[in-house]
């Protein structure tokens, strides 16, 4: 079994910073891909960035410049570092891992975090 908790959030003024931790714990079966992905009142959840087992990344071209994703594989955790914050991030945000014990692929997603932008 394997655990996902997600750290960070909270209401940010427009402009601000902030970073969202997700530290995933149990049978992971080494490097494992991870993710954060978001979820808009009214809206359908987007995913927003990926970090691969050989820590390629990518960020979708709408926040590309502001969101930066980062792992420390020896704690097996993803950060997600958000900057010049707008009203428009506000979202829940979610993170997920991919573990593989041989054939055995399994997807675990954390609790979700609220991130508010608002004056």
């Known amino acids: 079994q394997v655990q996902v908790v997600q750290s960070g959030g909270g209401v940010v003024q427009p402009g601000g910073s902030l970073r969202l931790s997700c530290v995933a714990s149990?049978?992971?079966?080494?490097?494992?891909?991870m993710a954060w992905y978001r979820q808009a009142p009214g809206k359908q959840r987007e995913l927003v960035a990926t970090?691969?087992?050989?820590?390629?990344?990518n960020i979708d071209d709408s926040v590309k410049g502001r969101f930066t994703i980062s792992r420390d594989a020896g704690t097996n955790s993803v950060y997600l570092e958000i900057s010049d914050l707008r009203p428009e991030d506000t979202a829940v945000y979610s993170c997920n891992i991919l573990t593989a014990n041989g054939s055995d692929h399994r997807l675990y997603w954390g609790q979700g975090t609220q991130v508010t932008v608002s004056s």
């Open positions: 149990g049978n992971i079966g080494g490097v494992a891909p």
């Open positions: 970090i691969m087992s050989d820590d390629t990344t």
